[in-house]
T-cell receptor, first 117, second 113 residues
Framework: GAGVSQSPSNKVTEKGKDVELRCDPI?????LYWYRQRLGQGLEFLIY????????KSGLPSDRFSAERTGESVSTLTIQRTQQEDSAVYLC???????????????FGPGTRLTVL | AQTVTQSQPEMSVQEAETVTLSCTYD???????LFWYKQPPSRQMILVIR??????QNATENRFSVNFQKAAKSFSLKISDSQLGDAAMYFC??????????FGKGITLSVRP
């Protein structure tokens, strides 16, 4: 596609429910990243995929958070038993990630705003 | 660990004037990359400019330029001829060998007509 897309745009859920957030990267981009942005803050790294593998999960805040990627394309971020502190905008980015991922610019989607009541 | 510091939470500039946004960083890596991203109310993070640490020449993109001071670990963004559409949050970010971006807290830029 032309850019990174994310769905849903907004999600309101009740505390304790599970949610799934979806990211469609730019076609051909092998690297995919998830970030969290709390109100008025910068972005916090959550997880990075190279292809379908996740070599860096260091940013996932708890075992309630998980993510997967299939077909070197779509990724899903799942939050189980949501808590109010999970309320934030979740942003996805992708990059070409050729021989060295760090040299590639990350292109961001519009994010999913999650509100946990 | 990498850190990025943006100490100014807000700035304002008159349309057509020049404004400079400050950023300092810390990293133990010798090979790294610095970025400025713009985030308008639509939430879309838009790349403004990128600087490779090994390059001494400051990056420029039309009205946007950086002042990269490697020894001082400073990476400021200069916006010339400010336009109303430049109003947004601006984030300074850093990446090294681990690929993930480390962001500052951002600065809100307003442009006065």
């Amino acid at each position: 596609g032309a850019g990174v897309s994310q769905s849903p745009s907004n999600k309101v859920t009740e505390k304790g429910k599970d949610v799934e957030l979806r990211c469609d990267p730019i076609s051909g981009h092998t690297a995919l990243y998830w970030y969290r942005q709390r109100l008025g803050q910068g972005l916090e790294f959550l997880i990075y995929f190279q292809g379908n593998s996740a070599p860096d999960k260091s940013g996932l805040p708890s075992d309630r958070f998980s993510a997967e990627r299939t077909g070197e394309s779509v990724s899903t971020l799942t939050i189980q038993r949501t808590q109010q502190e999970d309320s934030a905008v979740y942003l996805c980015a992708s990059s070409l990630a050729g021989s060295s991922a760090s040299t590639d610019t990350q292109y961001f989607g519009p994010g999913t705003r999650l509100t946990v009541l | 660990a990498q850190t990025v510091t943006q100490s100014q939470p807000e700035m304002s500039v008159q349309e057509a004037e020049t404004v400079t946004l400050s950023c300092t960083y810390d990293t133990s890596e010798s090979d790294y990359y610095l970025f400025w991203y713009k985030q308008p109310p639509s939430r879309q993070m838009i790349l403004v400019i990128r600087q490779e640490a090994y390059k001494q020449q400051n990056a420029t993109e039309n009205r946007f330029s950086v002042n990269f001071q490697k020894a001082a670990k400073s990476f400021s963004l200069k916006i010339s001829d400010s336009q109303l559409g430049d109003a947004a949050m601006y984030f300074c970010a850093l990446t090294g060998a681990n690929s993930k971006l480390t962001f500052g807290k951002g600065i809100t830029l307003s442009v006065r007509p």
